[in-house]
């Protein structure tokens, strides 16, 4: 019998923990470092490859994915290294995917050849914003200029090239974000990540903003119009929503990120990593030591895991709803009955369709444009007990 994670597919995440700056907005495990051994950092990473891998054998492997922190600042022949390492351990698909995260930097950029030919297909960039002003806000250490000969250098490199923008910034209005995005789709090759700016605690712009030094942040309604306004634009340029917070062309939706949302098992290596791996029919959630060094150490020593435990029922069921219905196309409900046991409450059900937050066909419960919106207090009101 088929195990339910095949029903989202199996991917390969691989964390490179370190910057050249720290982003004030960014909550991801990343470090600046002033000397990195890549050389060592290499080694750990096959090690532990190897160690997950016979764990998994015999899986055939949908996607890599090269995060951070900033990969592209990983040496070109590492990571062509570690990917000739990855086709030797697992059977692959004929189209993996595999994407490696770029800061548009020069650097970055003067490598992005040495990544192609190494087995790299697809690149995602961080860009962020398309004015210099709010680049320097956000921390970002290149111009739009910086930004857009990069971006020049990597569709001209690679097939599949996707970016990334904040919007609701400080001060932005919906005549700027507007400016701003049809700016971005006329540039995009196949996908764009169009993010909202979120205040994470633990961040220097959480500490600035418990200060209440953090000023010009939009109320609720501008980022909601903001939002609003982001779906119309990027319709009409033919970047369709697949996801919450991604469009794309018809095809070039990110393979790596629909295991997510479609609650395939994943693999994660590196400081920080987490993953979601089915072992002997059981899903675990397993995490590894966030910091670099500690990582590293026990990575070295034979595990770089800080934690693996079985997830339950109602785990399983939170997860699968907490990522499905963040996609355009929704779940499956069969699926859903499979894993809960059960079915979703009708009466809960039917109320959220007469408000029109979510709809089903086709045995698919999908949360409309309206409902994305309040998406979690969607999701909440399915699971209330």
Known sequence: MAEDWQNGGFGLYIHWPFCQAKCPYC???????????????????????????????????NSVFFGGGTPSLMNPDI???????????????????????????????????GYRDGGVNRISMGIQALNDRDLQRLGRIHSVSEAKQA????????????????????????EDWRHELTEA????????????????????????????????LPEDDLAADMYEETQDICAKAGFLPYEVSNYAGIGSESRHNQIYWRYGDYAGIGPGAHARMTLNGVRHAVETWRNPTKWLECAEAGNGDSLREPIDRDGEVAEFLLMGLRLTDGIDLTRYQTL??????????????????????????????????VLNSVI??????
């Open 380 to 385: 909440s009101e399915l699971l209330r007990d």
């Open 185 to 216: 789709t006329q540039m995009a090759v196949d996908h764009l990540s169009l993010y909202q700016l979120t205040i994470e605690d633990g961040t220097a712009f959480g500490d600035r903003y418990a200060l209440g030094k953090l000023h010009g």
């Open 340 to 373: 809960a046991g059960k079915t979703l409450e009708h009466d809960r059900v039917d109320a959220l369709r007469e408000l029109g937050l979510i709809s089903i066909s086709d045995q698919r419960l999908a949360v409309l444009p309206k409902g994305r919106m």
């Open 79 to 113: 990571v062509a290294g570690i990917l000739d390492r990855v086709r030797r351990l697992w059977p692959t698909a004929n189209d993996m995917e595999v994407t490696l995260e770029a800061n548009p930097g020069s650097v970055e950029a003067g490598r992005f050849v």
């Open 151 to 174: 971006f020049d250098v990597a569709r001209k490199t690679f097939d599949r090239v996707s970016f990334d923008l904040i919007y609701a910034r400080q001060d932005q209005s919906i």
């Open 27 to 61: 909550d991801f495990n990343s470090h600046v470092a002033r000397e990195i051994d890549q050389n060592r950092w290499f080694r750990a990473y096959l090690s532990e490859l190897d160690r997950v891998a016979a764990q998994t054998p015999n899986r055939v492997l």
